[in-house]
């Protein structure tokens, strides 16, 4: 264990996905053999009977109706064992089967050494007998010291591995069942939540990809909680059918969630669109037939699954390649399904473990790669928020610039006539049009107009305060809009600003304006008319003042 738990820690760094499922296997493997001798395989020859053979409850298995098999076939059938062993001191002992519990019928019959019937126990998953222990079949007896004889029976339509009889002692049979138990509730709690999580983002996205993967999952859920003795145990559901159908079901579904996931699609990728529509129509055929012949269900299940995680890979490598980062992501996820899983469908036995069986490790298969999946999840989110906030930012960039005059940064017309919309009834509009420009331009060039106006828009801001707003329309004309402040203000603001163009230099400049009081308007059109006729006016009534600015075409 130890030695197990170490080489978990020193590959964490490398490996993290494999070292974390490691470590938790190194915490759920407490059944190995201690040295008082327990737990204790069960050696004994099998017999496969007949459907109709009936056992007479004898510590013999001596008839010419039964047929010696080297094992447990696991295509299902009806089959006896007789085994032997010795107790030193009086003890309550407890029969299991290790390497699987998925066993729709069992039966034990002990035998002291006189051949009297001393205990029998039965159970199975289609079996309406209580579990004594949780989640698992283990049956207690009161044993004299003594030698004994066992007679167990096991009937299934199929088998995931070798049902192997073995004996532990009460006190350490309680131990050693609780780490599996709990790995066992862990994983299913995980396929449970992320099930429901994939239907109802399938439900908000319509995405068939996340769609078809809680499909898969609930396949999975169904099976491993029904193997995993959940369902028998804690909901009273005993039908031996669901280890079957929703795995041969899930098996196809998972081919439609790779083509969705991976994009691939009769135009773009036409092999592998062709390839994964042949082993869709295969696993429907496997669907049908583990539906007609359940004892080749398994069989076809395990072929299912090495089908479409091959195909998962192939798939993956495929637009990996082609520089798709999802895939790439999804390829390190069924890389670890791929481990788990091979080891699930081709493992017969395990050697030297008795409380963690075969079904645990299917179970934290799929949980490995539906955590696995869910940072691929994880990643299209971050990269679809990333691209809707770069679209967004861009948006507004494109907003902001659309509405700002590009030499004075002032906000343009634009701006304005969304600005006047909600104008309070106590708001006013003034047009400011400059004098000088022209001068400027013609005299300097337009870089010393351009000097004017934007020394002009800093100078009006800047005396404006929070007054109003300024915008530049185009040209020399300006505008301020005030939410209700004073007209002398804006007054104000042209004085000091004008005062201090002609500090720096711009002798020439100076300004008229029209203000119009939103109270005076029905409409956004009506008030800019309104302050369009009275800049105007002002600027020819400027001019026929005595002292007023020199024309800009002397």
Not at 23 to 48: E, K, S
Not at 123 to 152: C, M, Q, W
Not at 364 to 387: G, H, N, P, W
Request: net charge neutral; charged share 20%.
């Amino acid at each position: 264990m130890n030695q197990l738990l170490r080489r978990a820690t020193d590959s964490f760094r490398n490996r993290p996905g494999l070292a974390l499922a490691a470590l938790l296997l190194a915490l759920c493997i407490p059944g190995m053999a201690r040295a008082d001798g327990y737990p204790a395989r069960l050696q004994g020859q099998w017999f496969r009977a007949p459907p109709a053979w009936v056992y007479r409850a004898i510590p013999s298995l001596a008839d010419p109706a039964l047929a010696a098999v080297p094992e447990v076939a696991l295509t299902g059938g009806r089959f006896f064992q007789l085994s032997e062993f010795d107790i030193a001191q009086q003890r309550t002992m407890v029969v299991d089967f290790k390497n699987t519990q998925t066993i729709a019928r069992f039966h034990h019959w002990i035998f002291d050494a006189g051949g009297t019937l001393v205990g029998e126990a039965s159970g199975g998953i289609e079996s309406d007998a209580r579990n004594p222990f949780f989640l698992t079949f283990g049956r207690s007896f009161d044993l004299l010291a003594g030698h004994y004889k066992l007679v167990t029976e096991v009937d299934s339509p199929f088998y995931i591995a070798q049902p192997q009889p073995y004996l532990d002692t009460v006190e350490h049979y309680r131990e050693a069942i609780k780490r599996p138990a709990a790995l066992g509730v862990l994983c299913l709690g995980i396929l449970l939540g992320l099930g429901i999580y994939y239907f109802a983002l399938s439900i908000a996205r319509r995405d068939r990809a996340e769609a078809m993967y809680a499909l898969f999952i609930t396949g999975n859920l169904l099976f491993d909680s029904t193997s995993l003795l959940v369902l028998p145990d804690l909901a009273g559901v005993r039908s031996f059918a669901l280890l079957g159908i929703p795995l041969l079901f899930s098996n196809a579904v998972y081919i439609v969630f790779v083509l969705s996931l991976l994009e691939i699609r009769r135009a773009t990728h036409p092999r592998l669109y062709r390839l994964g529509l042949i082993l869709l129509a295969l696993l429907a055929v496997f669907a049908a037939a583990g539906l007609a012949l359940p004892h080749l269900a398994l069989e076809l299940e395990r072929t299912g699954v090495a089908m479409f995680l091959l195909f998962g890979m192939a798939a993956g490598i495929t637009r990996a390649r082609e520089g798709n980062i999802t895939a790439r992501f999804y390829l390190a996820a069924v890389s670890l399904f791929l481990v788990f899983g091979g080891i699930t469908i081709t493992a017969s036995r395990l050697t030297g473990i008795y409380t963690l069986h075969v079904e645990h490790l299917g179970a934290l298969a799929v949980t490995i790669e539906v955590l696995a999946l869910a940072l691929v999840l994880s990643y299209q989110f971050a990269r679809m928020k990333e691209e809707r906030e770069t679209a967004l930012s861009q948006h507004t960039h494109s907003q902001r610039l659309a509405r700002t005059d590009a030499l004075t940064g002032l906000p343009n017309r634009l701006a304005l006539e969304e600005d006047l919309t909600p104008l309070p009834e106590a708001g006013w509009l003034a047009f400011i049009d400059m004098d000088g420009l022209k001068y400027y331009n013609d005299k300097y060039g337009h870089d010393r107009g351009d000097e004017l106006l934007c020394a002009f828009a800093n100078q009006l801001c800047e005396a404006l305060g929070k007054e109003g707003r300024v915008y530049r329309l185009g040209g020399d004309e300006f505008a301020i809009v005030s939410r209700g402040g004073e007209e002398a203000a804006l007054v104000r603001a042209l004085e000091k600003a004008l005062a201090v163009l002609r500090e720096q230099g711009f002798e020439q400049a100076a300004a008229s304006h029209g203000t119009a009081h939103m109270r005076e308007a029905s409409s956004r059109h009506q008030l800019m008319n309104l302050a369009d006729q009275r800049m105007y006016a002002r600027k020819h009534e400027s001019r026929r003042e005595p002292g007023a600015a020199a024309p800009e075409n002397p």
